[in-house]
């Protein structure tokens, strides 16, 4: 174990848990504690006696934040980015947990890394703890989205995703209380986009919930969702043909029609059994997978009544990921499915198992293409949706030519043409930043500093007043 001051440290490591223990002379302990659920030695030589805003620039990795009411940072820590979210120790540990539970179910959210507590300042005077949480790569919060120029069906895209994400949720029994776009993050999934559950800090696990329960997390979330569009609106971000309250409707009536496909009853008759392979293909479309069906005749023998009892979500990613080792969201997976189809049929290979197929296309056709991802770039754009946008962008150019156009020459013109539209400057994600930052709130207390000087720091503005 790596620290930067060994001998006032002891670790107390147990069951994968860190503990460290700062010693101040013959006071006895002052407790610094890192619970963790796998140990970063770096994670010990990070300043945990200064208030996050006052860390050192040199640590905090410049990505878009979104608004939140906590102080957080995102700090480079090794090799990883790590985003830190300054909050009392017993809110700290409940997200905590609830994360580490959410991640159990495979569900999409972001992996927490650790609990930081018994931070206290050099006189000694007590400061917050610190939840981490593993920065989710790529990942944008929806006003760095709306900072870009975008297609204009963005804002339903963006609804889409999270009416998803929270019938997943809702299924596995957790029950949110605070949906708003604010607290999820967007992966870009081919066309559509995915979402992850940022904040947890309001939810709770049950075993089932209550018609009640979704309900009135829906409800929060089209109230956040109005709210939230209506303030992008006024900051002129929002395209001005998009009617905030449709959008929120939009995420009601897209949750009741997923809920519905995926839990609700089916009734055939006993001569209509294909019917049940109809109902499955429908939910694979939608990119679930169905574990265990459950199939009952009624009471009077004529109708077969089938309802889905336990499904997964992932269909393609997880068949993609058995042949390929590539982890992507699920609109990306199929594509990528889809291309391996066409190079499996263009090689005249139907006969070969899709398993010897797929690790030739990976070799001959996924990795040449992702490998030409120049270096300013890798970070902001995954291989995976970099190889789709390529796709689309071959499809184009052949259009507008008439034949078909080389995979390379497909790639250069995009990186020329399209790729930049990606970038977000320093200047662009320091604005984003200090936005999300006005809504900190946050006690002056806690900035005990005396090395401290408000004029110097760049981030004052997060608990001036
Ligand atoms: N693991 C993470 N990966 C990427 N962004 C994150 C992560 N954790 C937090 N963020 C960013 O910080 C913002 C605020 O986090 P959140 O947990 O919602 O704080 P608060 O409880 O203060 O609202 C989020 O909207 C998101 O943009
Ligand atoms: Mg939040």
Known sequence: MTTTEPSRYFAADQLGAAGVFAHNGDEGPRALNITAASSNPKMFTLPWERPLATWPADLLANLPRGISRHVVRFVHVGEEIYAMKEITQAVAEREYDLLRRLQKLDLPTVTPIAVVTGRHDRDGDALEAILVTRHLKFS????????????????????????????????????????????????????????????????????????????????????????????????????????????????????????????????????????????????????????????????????????????????????????????????????????LDTYRASTWRDDDSLEIVATDWMREVFEPTVRMIPPEYRSQIEPAQFFHEILDHRWFLAEKAGHDIPMREAVQSYIKNVLPQYKLDTKAVAELNEEADSGVMDEQSTFGDDDYHPDDDPDAAVWAG
């Not at 919060?141 to 609804?159: C, G, H, Q, V």
């Not at 299924?171 to 776009?181: E, K, N, R």
């Not at 979402?195 to 075993?207: C, N, P, R, S, Y």
């Open 140 to 339: 944008l919060p929806y006003r760095a989205l709306f900072a870009r120029n975008l297609r204009p069906d963005t804002a339903d895209r963006l609804i889409d995703a999270l009416a998803v994400l929270m019938v997943r949720l809702h299924l596995a029994g957790f029950y949110w209380g605070d949906v708003s776009l604010s607290n999820v993050l967007f992966l870009r999934d081919a066309e559509a986009f995915s979402a992850f559950l940022v904040d947890a800090e309001t939810g709770d696990l049950h075993a089932e919930l209550t018609d009640g329960q979704r309900e009135y997390d829906i409800d929060l979330a089209r109230t956040n969702i109005i709210g939230e569009l209506m303030d992008l609106s006024s900051g002129e971000l929002l395209p001005s043909n998009v009617d905030e309250v449709e959008v929120g409707d939009r995420l009601v009536e897209r949750y009741h029609s997923l809920w519905k496909t995926l839990t609700g009853t089916e009734k055939f008759s006993p001569d209509e059994m294909w019917k049940i392979e109809k109902r499955v293909n429908t939910l694979n479309q939608l990119g679930f997978d169905v574990d265990e069906l459950e199939v009952k005749t009624s009471e009077d023998g004529n109708r077969v009544l089938v309802r889905p009892r336990v499904v997964d979500a992932g269909y393609c990613s997880r068949k993609l990921l058995r042949l390929t080792g590539l982890d992507v969201q699920e609109n990306q997976a199929r594509r990528l499915l889809n291309d």
